[in-house]
């Protein structure tokens, strides 16, 4: 087997969301490994804006493999931006693309089927994620940490939170490697977590009080809503939340090992890394 190294040689790679959590790793990895990395965002010099109809998703056609990471699932146009994505990709000659979903989400599924309708000769992998550790340091969670509390819709449910660097391995991992064309890989984190296990954590490799308060679907969209969001955007943030952390979700997979033949990290091993101390 060749190298990854090898395998990006004269390959040129479209990064979407290249500045997000997940995105910038992925680029960086890229990069690392030796491929010219076109890192689309709508502050780079590769523009790329999901909600702009024309020259966002035509950067697909300049990538030999992409990397895709949906427009917000459920979110109006969605399936829309899918298919011209996929479209444009296949006109443009692209060989490979990952896509970038949610675990258990019913209207990524739409997109993803879109895509996949749409992109036709494109050799296509779902890479569908749980919840993100890095939500707590890097994400919306943050500042509710920095703060001394979570405050969020879900109840006692627990997720197998999974570690931003090991979804990027396995991104680049599915790029890199053959024989995931067509699949759907479902990767998580190695046990669920509640949330009150998680501000416990924070709390003692950080040595500052970090608590977790529950709230309902509606107290949440009106937290978000006081914050400047649009009433629209925050009871649909709300209900996105509510439904995924209903317990359907509550299980771990086997997706990280698979790929990357290795145990993916516990969240307790990224909170003492983030956040100072030795892992429990």
Known sequence: ??????????????????????????AERL???????????????????????????RAAGRGRRVRGLLPGPGRPGAVEAMET???LAAENGVRRLTLLSG?????????EEALRASAAGVELTVVRASFFAQNFSEGFLAEGVAEGAVVFPAGDTAEPFIDADDLADVVVETL???????????????????????AAEISRVSGRPVAY????GTEYARLLTGFGLPAGEAQW???????LLDGHN???????????????RSFAEVAAETWGGPAA
């Open 1 to 26: 087997m060749t190298t990854q190294t090898e395998h990006f040689e004269n390959t040129t790679i479209l990064v979407t969301s290249a500045t997000g959590k997940t995105g910038r790793r992925v």
């Open 176 to 198: 890199a490697s053959d024989g995931h064309a067509g699949r759907v890989h479902e990767v998580t984190g190695p046990r669920p977590v509640g949330f009150a296990e998680v």
């Open 250 to 264: 509550a299980s771990a997979t086997d997706g990280v090992k698979r790929i990357l033949g290795r145990e993916p």
């Open 213 to 216: 308060a529950p709230v309902s």
């Open 31 to 57: 990069t690392a490994r030796g491929a010219t990395v076109r890192a689309g965002s709508r502050s780079r010099a590769t523009v790329f804006d999901w909600e702009a109809p024309g020259p966002g998703p």
């Open 237 to 243: 943030l709300a209900a996105l939340f509510s439904a």
């Open 85 to 87: 994505f996929g479209r």
């Open 103 to 111: 675990r258990g989400e019913p209207e990524a599924v739409l997109a």
